[in-house]
């Protein structure tokens, strides 16, 4: 499979099977999709490929210039850097097949919040039920779970997620020591996160998160009027003027790594690429703002109507990094960071985040779901704390969620940078699990191409 397209001043060709990726000059771009054809009907000599494209009429070039053109490309194909077949779809019967390990758990450590964001999918903590906050002995069965399921895997990864986690910091604080106290004996290393909206960010949350937290997630939107409209408090006053500087000061005390800032843009904010400029100026270096996703009655959702400027949008802002890098001003945008080289593992590329098999969200009475988009959704209890996994239909059924699995997924050019996408928005769109979110499929393509010219950019 073959993606090409233009972007930036450009020629961007795409191996998807294989991975390679090309900025080639425009008579070799136009001569590619005239070649592939033929290597597909099994055609491999040189001279009989050159012919049939010297064949064709109106073809603006000289006919020394497309032969060694064609030269060019079948040297590629040898190389096994063009027109590669798929070789991971037979794969994909061992692959739901495989023995796989929990390595990771969502801890719902409040299901409460001190803001009332609009667009918060666990409305304001309570994920379709009562507000409640993790005790410390639901919590210690919970990390119990993760390290009797985690098999052979050393390197285990705890979130704490809420709400706002920092409304319960006691047993945050608790549960670390308590992790902690179980990686020698059980031959484990924990790496907790933290995501938290800043208010309740203090020096002594600081210090702790700074000594025993691998990363910290620091929601902000963007600009202060596009900020305070989405995430204010209950009494409806902005946010933005109380953590900004707190959120400078774990930047700073983290050296600019190990965190990034988080933002969500809406309809309402369809120029988000400002809203991330705004984010460097304020010094923050590890920068992520993505689109909402909300049903379409809501009036921030994105909308089918909204993609061509968002589109143009992300064009703007590959090209403001690009500007600002040549500056000195270099910083990181989540959706545009990319591996050419390595990358994901093969399982990874497939399947993505591993929701519902390695990577599970725990309710604050101790519920199993796939992931915290799920929470509060009775079809996808899992089981619980006290008993493990009880459907083991669920985790089944996750297992299977795969690239492969979805019609849309086989032949889009994007399938192993997104690994299928997120399966709760495929779910809360489609009803189905291997179903795919449409609007968030179109974005996530026009991200992967924007990445890959700045990477083309860069190496230029």
């Known amino acids: 499979m073959i993606h090409q397209y233009k972007n930036n001043g450009f020629n961007i060709v795409m191996d998807v099977n294989s991975g390679s990726v090309h900025v080639v000059d425009d008579i070799v771009y136009d001569m590619i999709p005239l070649v592939e054809p033929l290597i597909s009907e099994g055609i491999?000599?040189?001279d009989t490929i050159k012919a049939a494209v010297l064949n064709l009429a109106d073809l603006?070039?000289?006919?020394?210039?497309?032969?060694?053109?064609?030269?060019?490309?079948?040297?590629?194909?040898?190389?096994?850097?063009l027109f590669m077949p798929d070789i991971y779809e037979n794969y994909i019967f061992d692959f739901k097949n495989r023995e796989t390990v929990v390595k990771a758990l969502c801890l719902h450590i409040a299901h409460d919040c001190n803001l009332a964001c609009q667009y918060c999918f666990a409305e304001e903590g309570e994920y379709h039920g009562?507000?409640?906050?993790?005790?410390?002995?639901?919590?210690?069965?919970?990390?119990?779970?993760?390290?009797?399921?985690?098999?052979?895997?050393?390197?285990?990864?705890?979130?704490?997620?809420?709400?706002?986690p920092?409304?319960?910091?006691?047993?945050?604080?608790?549960?670390?020591?308590?992790?902690?106290?179980?990686?020698?004996?059980?031959?484990?290393?924990?790496?907790?996160?933290?995501?938290?909206?800043?208010?309740?960010?203090?020096d002594e949350v600081l210090?702790?998160?700074?000594?025993?937290?691998?990363?910290?997630?620091?929601?902000?939107?963007?600009?202060?009027?596009?900020?305070?409209?989405?995430?204010?408090?209950?009494?409806?006053?902005?946010?933005?003027?109380?953590?900004?500087?707190?959120f400078q000061k774990v930047a700073e005390s983290r050296d600019q790594m190990n965190y990034y800032v988080r933002g969500t843009f809406t309809h309402n904010n369809l120029d988000f690429s400002q809203d991330v400029l705004h984010l460097a100026d304020l010094g923050f270096e590890q920068i992520s703002v993505e689109p909402v996703v909300a049903p379409p009655e809501e009036?921030?959702?994105?909308?089918?109507?909204?993609?061509?400027?968002?589109?143009?949008?992300?064009?703007r802002l590959a090209k403001g990094i690009l500007e600002r890098s040549e500056k000195g001003q270099k910083f990181n945008f989540f959706h545009f960071m990319i591996d050419l080289q390595g990358g994901p593992c093969v399982a990874k590329r497939l399947s993505g985040c591993g929701s519902g098999t390695e990577y599970l969200a725990v309710t604050p009475w101790g519920?199993?779901?796939?992931?915290?988009?799920?929470?509060?959704?009775?079809?996808?209890?899992?089981?619980?704390?006290?008993?493990?996994?009880?459907?083991?239909d669920i985790m089944n059924e996750f297992k299977c969620c795969n690239v492969y699995a979805k019609d849309a997924c086989k032949k889009c050019f994007a399938k192993f940078y997104c690994s299928g996408g997120c399966a709760a928005n495929a779910y809360n769109f489609t009803g189905f699990i291997n179903g795919t979110y449409d609007v968030g499929c179109e974005l996530q393509r026009k991200r992967v191409e924007c990445a890959i010219m700045i990477k083309a950019a860069q190496m230029m």
């Open 44 to 46: 491999k000599e040189a």
């Open 60 to 81: 603006p070039y000289p006919e020394a210039e497309i032969t060694e053109a064609v030269d060019e490309v079948l040297e590629l194909e040898k190389m096994g850097q």
């Open 130 to 164: 009562r507000r409640a906050l993790m005790s410390f002995e639901v919590g210690k069965k919970a990390l119990d779970f993760l390290v009797a399921n985690s098999g052979n895997r050393i390197n285990l990864e705890v979130d704490f997620f809420g709400g706002e």
């Open 166 to 202: 920092l409304m319960n910091w006691q047993v945050v604080k608790d549960l670390v020591a308590y992790g902690r106290s179980l990686e020698e004996p059980h031959n484990k290393k924990f790496r907790f996160t933290l995501t938290t909206n800043g208010v309740l960010l203090n």
């Open 207 to 246: 210090e702790f998160a700074n000594k025993e937290m691998a990363n910290i997630v620091l929601s902000i939107d963007g600009r202060k009027e596009v900020h305070d409209k989405m995430r204010p408090f209950r009494g409806g006053q902005g946010s933005y003027d109380m953590i900004v500087p707190k």
């Open 299 to 315: 009036d921030y959702a994105i909308r089918e109507e909204d993609l061509p400027f968002l589109k143009e949008e992300y064009d």
């Open 367 to 392: 519920d199993f779901y796939p992931c915290h988009q799920f929470v509060g959704q009775e079809k996808f209890l899992m089981g619980n704390v006290e008993e493990g996994i009880t459907n083991k």
